[in-house]
């Protein structure tokens, strides 16, 4: 079969309940079709230790190599309330 990796950024997002019928189904889609590409995958990439408990524990069936690759920004805490100067935002609003 050969080598085959898939990155899953959110592997069993929980909390579907709190979305709308569209966002459940989303939901419900995307992790349908994870599920069905999990099954040609020798390895899976996930990019923290949270995303790869999620995998774990979400009832995912996997049983090839998890890879953890975490992001390549530092998390930085800020220990002092002030006016911000910037923000950053991923996502969607």
Do not use: N
């Amino acid at each position: 079969m050969g080598w085959r990796a898939i990155f899953l950024h959110e592997p069993a997002k929980p909390g579907h309940a709190a979305y709308g019928w569209r966002q459940r189904a989303l939901f419900g889609a995307v992790a349908w079709m994870q599920r069905r590409a999990l099954r040609y995958a020798s390895d899976v990439i996930v990019p923290s230790q949270v995303a790869r408990e999620r995998l774990e524990a979400g009832g995912i069936r996997f049983s090839g190599r998890v890879h953890e690759c975490r992001l390549l920004l530092e998390d930085i805490e800020v220990t002092e309330a002030g006016p911000r100067r910037y923000f950053s935002m991923v996502g969607r609003f």
